[in-house]
């Protein structure tokens, strides 16, 4: 038995060159986030382990030192698939069905500690393979595991500053929030505009507030900011827009996070693009946190068909999802979460779902 680790930007990607390698023998044994390495493209590892031809073949000309080399070599492989197939078999589950579950769930982007609580499931049972009993199973625990809330439709709902990285969708969204939660329950809306870095972002703002008869209003530093919102009437649906902060930016996030957090009626929900790999998920995730937002809202759904990352941080942050984005339509392509529906393409044996490397 020989292991072999490949390393690539997607779990997906590196399992396709595995296969393509090894051949369709391989096993798979382990995929998981390589956190040796800061390269984007290397994000994650995929360890395979192939059965090679009988060793007296291969050794004929060996010494006997040699070949006893080679067989502590093959021992010391050989131990560490078993205790990788004990670990797969817990509770007596079938290895077959498993493993299918495992490259159905890692090639999705499911982080390694969710797959294995997923797998690890009371419900989780045994067979001859891949069944729908094991899917079910599997869906059930993800409905169990992750929490759906919608903060924006109370009608005494604070002031929501959406957050999130650049290119997350932030102004968009906003736009999609204020039709669907202000404009048509003919609630008074006013959006702010906190970013004053980005003017094109505003005056697409300024723009869509036009045309929905929504008030605008551009704050140029913080203190303008909080002294907008203390001057709020309560009725109106405020919707904010912040600057996107990346890692080199942490003080100025900090800063504005600070002061979102002295505002007693101001809540914070965090933009992420479902685009984006697991790993990167969860680093936005842990760079946002001083703003302690209240939930998570996730993005261009469209763009990509893995759910992994998404299902994965909502259970790893116990964090709330209330909305995704589908595409650029407005107010069209926002919905509320549905589990049942974003879970089916994972746990249905019958959907098949395509990849693009």
Same mark, same amino acid.
């Given at each position: 038995?020989?292991?072999?680790?490949?390393?690539?930007?997607?779990?997906?990607?590196?399992?396709?060159?595995?296969?393509?390698?090894?051949?369709?023998?391989? &096993?798979? *044994?382990?995929?998981?986030?390589?956190?040796?390495?800061?390269?984007?493209?290397?994000?994650?590892?995929?360890?395979?382990?192939?059965?090679?031809?009988?060793?007296?073949?291969?050794?004929?000309?060996?010494?006997?030192?040699?070949?006893?080399?080679?067989?502590?070599?093959?021992?010391?492989?050989?131990?560490?698939?078993?205790?990788?197939?004990?670990?797969?078999?817990?509770?007596?589950?079938?290895?077959?069905?498993?493993?299918?579950?495992?490259?159905?769930?890692?090639?999705?982007?499911?982080?390694?500690?969710?797959?294995?609580?997923?797998?690890?499931?009371?419900?989780?049972?045994?067979?001859?393979?891949?069944?729908?009993?094991?899917?079910?199973?599997?869906?059930?625990?993800?409905?169990?595991?992750?929490?759906?809330?919608?903060?924006?439709?109370?009608?005494?709902?604070?002031?929501?500053?959406?957050?999130?990285?650049?290119?997350?969708?932030?102004?968009?969204? &906003?736009?999609?929030?204020?039709?669907?939660?202000?404009?048509?329950?003919?609630?008074?809306?006013?959006?702010?505009?906190?970013?004053?870095?980005?003017?094109?972002?505003?005056?697409?703002?300024?723009?869509?507030?036009?045309?929905?008869?929504?008030?605008?209003?551009?704050?140029?530093?913080?203190?303008?900011?909080?002294?907008?919102?203390?001057?709020?009437?309560?009725?109106?649906?405020?919707?904010?827009?912040?600057?996107?902060?990346?890692?080199?930016?942490?003080?100025? *996030?900090?800063?504005?996070?600070?002061?979102?957090?002295?505002?007693?009626?101001?809540?914070?929900?965090?933009?992420?693009?479902?685009?984006?790999?697991?790993?990167?998920?969860?680093?936005?995730?842990?760079?946002?946190?001083?703003?302690?937002?209240?939930?998570?809202?996730?993005?261009?759904?469209?763009?990509?068909?893995?759910?992994?990352?998404?299902?994965?941080?909502?259970?790893?942050?116990?964090?709330?999802?209330?909305?995704?984005?589908?595409?650029?339509? &407005?107010?069209?392509?926002?919905?509320?979460?549905?589990?049942?529906? *974003?879970?089916?393409?994972?746990?249905?044996?019958?959907?098949?779902?395509?990849?693009?490397?």
């Amino acid at each position: 038995m020989r292991l072999k680790s490949y390393f690539s930007d997607s779990v997906e990607h590196a399992l396709a060159i595995a296969r393509r390698e090894l051949g369709p023998d391989a &096993i798979l *044994l382990n995929s998981s986030r390589n956190a040796a390495s800061n390269d984007p493209s290397e994000c994650y590892e995929v360890v395979f382990g192939v059965i090679d031809e009988p060793a007296n073949a291969a050794r004929k000309d060996s010494t006997p030192a040699s070949a006893l080399d080679g067989i502590r070599e093959e021992i010391g492989d050989l131990a560490r698939l078993l205790r990788s197939m004990a670990k797969a078999q817990k509770n007596g589950s079938d290895t077959s069905g498993r493993q299918f579950w495992r490259e159905r769930l890692a090639a999705n982007d499911f982080s390694e500690a969710l797959i294995e609580k997923l797998l690890g499931a009371d419900g989780f049972a045994g067979g001859s393979g891949p069944s729908a009993v094991q899917g079910r199973s599997i869906r059930d625990e993800l409905l169990r595991l992750v929490r759906q809330e919608d903060p924006f439709e109370r009608p005494d709902a604070p002031a929501m500053a959406l957050v999130g990285p650049p290119g997350a969708g932030k102004t968009s969204l &906003i736009a999609k929030l204020a039709i669907r939660y202000g404009v048509l329950p003919g609630r008074r809306v006013k959006i702010i505009a906190a970013d004053p870095v980005r003017v094109g972002a505003s005056e697409q703002l300024r723009a869509y507030s036009e045309i929905m008869g929504a008030a605008f209003v551009h704050t140029a530093d913080l203190h303008q900011l909080i002294h907008v919102l203390k001057e709020r009437n309560r009725e109106e649906f405020v919707l904010i827009d912040t600057p996107g902060f990346g890692f080199r930016d942490r003080e100025a *996030l900090v800063e504005q996070a600070s002061a979102f957090n002295s505002l007693p009626n101001l809540r914070t929900h965090l933009v992420l693009p479902v685009s984006l790999c697991t790993a990167d998920l969860e680093r936005y995730w842990q760079l946002y946190q001083p703003f302690g937002f209240a939930s998570l809202l996730f993005t261009r759904l469209d763009e990509t068909p893995k759910r992994g990352g998404m299902f994965s941080l909502a259970v790893q942050s116990s964090l709330p999802v209330s909305h995704v984005s589908t595409g650029q339509s &407005i107010p069209e392509d926002l919905e509320k979460v549905n589990l049942e529906d *974003l879970t089916k393409p994972l746990t249905d044996l019958n959907e098949r779902i395509e990849f693009v490397a």
